[in-house]
């Protein structure tokens, strides 16, 4: 089972909010923390493209991510479920893997601090690019939040669970060809066990 991380296991929206307040400060500009953390999904550069000149979005990544493990990290929370969802795929002798747009290094730390239980991680791949890794890694399923993420089950070949935790109400995921829709993670233990039993039957 794949999962995406930001909005659908972990809610980071006050960490990287923090983060984006400081890098303000530090480079002097001009950036509505709130905005970024409304639309969290797509990578670091396009963000950063909102608020910097082409020419000054590296640096902005370096002081980024040089802030990340000491504001983000620490204040990172588990989104409603996102536990029993991955513990209810562990007990029923399935594998997780973490396929998100951010860093592998904050992804991996993200994880590690929220004492998610999950085989691999995979960082900085969004949307399509994505199903490379979902492939190799066999998974029948990748759980997100955004619409790049169903573009990143069909490009996995799997399964499209959409749980409308982040930027996109339920219609839209469903409008987006979403396989599946959840309100959140809550719900994924049922939906999983039944998903397995009609499967078993097939």
Do not use: C
Not at 9 to 34: K, N
Not at 53 to 79: C, G, N, W
Not at 166 to 193: I, K, S
């Amino acid at each position: 089972m794949g999962f995406d991380l930001d909005m659908t296991l972990a809610d980071t929206r006050a960490g990287i909010a923090a983060v984006y307040d400081e890098l303000a400060l530090r480079m002097g500009v001009t950036i509505d923390s709130a905005a970024v953390v409304a639309r969290l999904g797509p990578p670091l550069e396009w963000e950063l493209a909102n608020w910097f000149p082409a020419a000054e979005i590296p640096e902005a990544v370096t002081v980024f991510r040089s802030l990340y493990p000491s504001l983000a990290v620490p204040a990172t929370s588990l989104m409603a479920g996102a536990r029993e969802a991955v513990d209810a795929v562990r007990q029923a002798g399935g594998k997780v893997i973490v396929v998100t747009g951010k860093n592998p290094r904050d992804a991996k730390s993200t994880v590690e601090f929220l004492g998610l239980d999950v085989d691999e991680v995979v960082g900085s791949v969004f949307g399509a690019d994505k199903g490379p890794a979902l492939a190799t890694f066999g998974a029948a399923a990748y759980v997100g939040d955004h619409v790049a993420d169903i573009e990143a089950a069909r490009a996995g070949g799997t399964v499209s669970v959409a749980v409308a935790t982040g930027l996109y109400p339920a219609g839209e995921l469903r409008e987006h060809g979403a396989d599946v829709v959840l309100g959140d993670l809550t719900q994924f233990a049922g939906w999983f066990d039944g998903w397995r039993a009609r499967a078993a039957l097939v």
